[in-house]
């Protein structure tokens, strides 16, 4: 087990809620997904490096991924429907409730994604274990292949994350979001406990100790403790000041 000190906590809330937003521009994450081709065309240039792409976890195919291509193009059609306002460039689901079409899109997105996840994972490790390459072109290659994955590896991470809360079961705020030619889905915790309670409650190594001058409102712990979700069984207690605040 672990203790987890936190000063000034009475910021805690906020910084958890912060923690917890998600958002992913569509055509972005698209085109990412788009890029993965150039990545199959940088290692088929060299014999040593196309090899990597005759494993079962990552081959050519998967990284085409002409499946989630199709779904990220469903998705697109489905938020050609949601009409935004016209000041703020937002429409918010009422209570966070996207409605089927556009979830059942966003939904295919997110099922597609693991696969692709997969084979880009893999390549990061097969390319680990390669033998020394001494020739530079092969060399050049072999670095901004890995390049590109990493950059894509991180991406898709992130809009997994954003899309997977956009149709998760949480109590979360959902909107989408209009600009220009950009379009973006976004998720939003209500408050700190959605965010905290997998995080940190729900722990069997951790146990937190949160400090700070103001942690105190006039009816005591309670909107921290709500706004936190901490358990009942969470212990307060009221120090004395140890800087002179009367002088």
Not at 60 to 81: H, N, P, R, S
Not at 140 to 160: E, N
Request: aromatic share 8%; hydrophobic share 45%.
């Amino acid at each position: 087990r672990y203790m987890l000190v936190v000063d000034e906590a009475h910021n805690f809330p906020e910084k958890a809620i912060a923690v917890g937003q998600r958002e992913v521009e569509v055509v972005d994450a698209l085109n990412r997904v788009f890029r993965l081709r150039t990545l199959v065309g940088t290692l088929s240039r060299h014999p040593e490096l196309a090899v990597l792409l005759t494993h079962p976890e990552r081959t050519a195919e998967k990284f085409e991924a002409k499946e989630l291509i199709k779904a990220f193009q469903g998705l697109m059609t489905a938020l050609e429907d949601v009409k935004v306002d016209d000041q703020t460039g937002q429409f918010r689901f009422s209570k966070g409730i996207v409605p089927k079409p556009l979830y059942d899109a966003a939904l295919v997105v997110a099922t597609e994604f693991p696969v692709v996840q997969g084979a880009v994972s893999s390549l990061l490790l097969a390319m680990l274990e390669l033998p020394a390459i001494s020739h530079p072109a092969v060399r050049k290659s072999q670095a901004d292949a890995t390049h590109l994955a990493l950059s894509a590896g991180k991406a898709m991470k992130s809009a997994f994350e954003s899309i997977s809360s956009f149709t998760g079961p949480q109590r979360y705020v959902r909107w989408v979001s209009k600009v220009d030619e950009r379009v973006s889905i976004h998720t939003s915790p209500i408050n700190g406990a959605d965010v905290l309670k997998p995080l940190l409650w729900d722990s069997k190594r951790a146990t937190a100790s949160f400090v700070s001058a103001t942690l105190r409102d006039l009816k005591g712990f309670g909107r921290f403790q709500r706004g936190c979700g901490m358990p009942p069984s969470s212990h307060f207690e009221v120090l004395p000041y140890i800087f002179p605040y009367g002088e």
